[in-house]
């Protein structure tokens, strides 16, 4: 668990590349500035670690590319204990974020292997969610709903209607929507039923995939 000078150097690199492709929020800059990304990758990848790309983890999974762990995290707009959803624990980088941001986070896993290693790993790095949970992401997670925001770190190749439910009035849900390809969307909600859509070009997941445990 080594987090030495150089790789804060290379953090620092890495939020002047993630600044320069315009993510302009202070909070999340500071966020990927100091959250050790190394740590969350196997060993053998440590020379990539602040490189601006995803990088395979354990369980067929991605830790996803730093910029677009900035961008849906800037999308959300957390205001410190924002209750927030995250669907796809993962490496759990994303997690950690949210909790830099201030948020209280819920978090569900379907991956058996990764929910356990990611959940005995956070609380050693000081990031503590609300909740970690192992279960299916298209359901949400009704019992601590209505959340401030959700975000989904899988291709949906549909939006989960369970979500658009859980979501408070005036709360984000940011979702990466298709098939091979699929393009970021913001849902906030406005009112019971109505919800405003905007799209923001074309980004790569790994699918969300349905409970199969």
Excluded: W
């Amino acid at each position: 668990m080594i987090d030495n000078f150089k790789h804060k150097g290379m953090r620092q690199q890495l939020v002047s590349t993630v600044k320069s492709k315009g993510i302009t929020n202070e909070a999340v800059l500071n966020a990927i500035g100091k959250i050790p990304r190394h740590l969350f990758m196997d060993s053998s990848f440590l020379d990539h670690a602040y490189q601006d790309k995803a990088f395979p983890i354990a369980a067929d999974q991605t830790i996803s590319q730093p910029y677009t762990v900035a961008f849906q995290s800037e999308l959300l707009q957390i205001n410190k204990n924002d209750k927030v959803l995250e669907i796809g624990t993962g490496s759990g980088y994303q997690t950690a974020v949210l909790c830099e941001l201030g948020a209280k986070v819920y978090s569900i896993e379907r991956q058996q292997e990764l929910f356990k290693k990611t959940s005995k790993f956070l609380p050693k790095l000081g990031y503590r969610a609300k909740k970690l949970v192992f279960g299916d992401g298209y359901k949400g997670l009704v019992e601590e709903a209505p959340f401030k925001s959700i975000i989904v770190t899988a291709g949906a190749p549909f939006v989960p209607k369970p979500l658009l439910a859980q979501l408070t009035i005036g709360g984000r849900l940011v979702i990466p929507v298709g098939d091979n390809v699929q393009t970021m969307t913001l849902f906030i909600r406005k009112g019971e039923k109505e919800f405003e859509k905007t799209e923001f070009g074309e980004f790569r997941f790994v699918p969300l995939l349905e409970d199969k445990n």
